[in-house]
């Protein structure tokens, strides 16, 4: 069976997403006018994107298509 690449996201791409996450979360969690509990839990959720963020750097899949991006 067949999957086309198109339904998963490429490496270039994720990081982008990760950012946008991020900065929606600490909007989140910086918002003194939401209930603590929304905040801490944007809190946490910044932690876990902060988790796999940290282990793109450790993929040699990034690695690799970081160091493509800087040779032309």
Same mark, same amino acid.
């Given at each position: &069976?067949? &999957? *086309?690449s198109s +339904?998963? =996201?490429l490496v270039h791409e994720v990081i982008p997403y990760i950012d946008v %996450? +991020? *900065?929606h979360l600490d909007d989140f969690a910086d918002n003194? *006018? %939401?209930h603590p509990t929304v905040r801490a839990a944007a809190q946490r959720g910044? /932690?876990?994107l902060?988790? $796999? $963020?940290?282990? +793109?750097d /450790? *993929? @040699?899949v $990034?690695? @690799? =298509? &970081?160091s493509a991006s800087f040779h032309p």
């Open positions: &069976m067949e &999957m *086309s +339904t998963r =996201a %996450l +991020t *900065s003194l *006018s %939401l910044r /932690e876990v902060n988790k $796999y $963020y940290s282990r +793109t /450790e *993929s @040699i $990034y690695r @690799i =298509a &970081m």
